[in-house]
């Protein structure tokens, strides 16, 4: 007797590592987005271009900074200078070195609009970042729902191939004792194709569903735990709306894209102002001119440079910058009034999805009653088989609501969330 305690305590130890493994290998939504987030090519791209922006924004800062070039020269040849100096050939090897240095004191603007172009794409990317990664996380979501929608659907409709075949089956037997019309026989026939072909879109859209989730996640698409309820989500329109216009990655992209065209616009009309600079310069030359020659020299000065007829160039540039900022405040305005549209869709669609999916359940449940209702009632010969083989396809289309109503409701919740430009 002891000995069998033992064995199953020893049993039971064994079993709660494997349940809890079990446990810990189903996948709830929230792994499924972070799985996607940190393999999705796209969400590395986002990344990476937000990296080169920030890197554009130092290069830009940078000129502010001063310069030091250091160039230098060496060959190996033959002078004659023709008896110059009582000179003749001779072999030489001449050489010069230079070292500048050289600070920007006056740019006329053309540095600052430099650097605020780069900043503004830098705003740009990193909402072209938050963009990518909520597109993301609304696909995952889609995704993760319609695998779970799936799975249930297979189910649904596998249990009315087998509950059809088994009324058209009881129907046979009846036609064949007298009992009841070939009628019977023939819409349980008519019900079981019905239910054979929507298996087999179910089991096709299965598959489908299964191949994105495991593009997306990286996943596996098994053991997938019930979709959860919705995120924290704003209260009321108003809410959503002020958080949109504040943060909504589509409108920020926009409005960085005004910023920059400004910032372009102050750069072209900067050149037609002149540039001043500090310089130092130091340089030593041999064997330049003659053979033996040296010569030293360092300078400290102030450079200017003024272009003071380009042509038509510079006011080409002006006529062209002011022209991409005006495109640039059209594309603004009609982003605000896009993302203004897109936020109270988004936010009507979470409301009527929680709605939708609270009466599938109701239906669900109601046509479940009845289904069990009208079995018994068919089974003591109150109902024909027909009124039972609508009671089945009924349920089971009220379940298969059910099932998509749930997913439409985590889904449009998402989708909110991208469009007030939550962070994920």
């Known amino acids: 007797m002891k000995r069998l305690q033992s064995s199953a305590r020893l049993a039971l130890w064994l079993a709660v590592p494997l349940a809890l493994a079990a446990s810990a290998h189903a996948a709830t939504l929230e792994d499924a987005l972070a799985s996607a987030l940190s393999h999705a090519p796209e969400v590395a791209a986002a990344d990476a271009d937000a990296d080169a922006a920030a890197s554009r924004v130092d290069a830009a800062r940078a000129e502010h900074m001063p310069t030091a070039t250091l160039t230098g020269t ?5 002078l004659d200078p023709g008896g110059f100096f009582g000179l003749g050939r001779a072999d030489v090897t001449p050489r010069a070195a230079q070292v500048a240095i050289e600070q920007p004191l006056f740019t006329g603007g053309r540095v600052g609009a430099g650097v605020d172009r780069a900043r503004a794409g830098m705003a740009a990317a990193e909402a072209g970042k938050i963009g990518t990664r909520s597109q993301l996380v609304v696909a995952v979501t889609q995704a993760y729902g319609d695998v779970l929608m799936t799975a249930q659907l297979v189910d649904l409709y596998g249990r009315l191939v087998a509950e059809t075949t088994e009324i058209g089956r009881q129907a046979e037997l009846k036609f064949k004792a007298g009992e009841s019309p070939s009628t019977d026989v023939a819409q ?3 019900r079981l194709a019905e239910a054979r072909a929507a298996l087999a879109r179910a089991q096709g859209m299965q598959v489908s569903a299964q191949a994105r989730f495991r593009d997306l996640t990286g996943l596996e698409p098994a053991e997938l735990q019930p979709l959860p309820a919705n995120p924290a989500l ?3 329109l108003d809410e959503a709306m002020d958080s949109a216009m504040a943060a909504n990655p589509m409108l920020a992209q926009a409005e960085a894209g005004l910023r920059a065209a400004q910032a372009a616009a102050r750069g072209a009309r900067a050149e037609r102002l002149p540039t001043v600079g500090a310089f130092a310069e130091a340089a030593t030359v041999r064997d330049q001119f003659f053979p033996g020659y040296r010569g030293d020299s360092a300078t400290v000065g102030i ?4 272009q003071i007829f380009g042509g038509g160039r510079v006011s080409g540039r002006i006529a062209e910058s002011n022209s991409a900022v005006r495109a640039a405040d059209a ?9 203004e549209e897109q936020v109270i869709a988004a936010f009507q669609d979470v409301r009527t999805a929680q709605l939708v999916e609270q009466a599938s359940d109701e239906q669900t449940a109601a046509a479940a009653k009845a289904l069990e209702s009208v079995r018994q009632e068919v089974r003591v010969g109150m109902k024909p088989q027909l009124d039972l083989l609508d009671a089945e396809r009924e349920a089971t289309a009220a379940a298969a609501a059910a099932a998509r109503a749930s997913t439409d409701r985590i889904v449009a919740a998402y989708r909110l969330l991208a469009m007030i430009g939550r962070k994920f």
């Open 74 to 78: 060496i060959g190996y040849g033959r």
């Open 188 to 190: 349980a026939s008519a």
């Open 234 to 236: 704003p209260g009321t």
């Open 303 to 306: 450079r200017a440079r003024w």
């Open 331 to 339: 594309r603004v305005r009609a982003a605000r009034q896009q993302t």
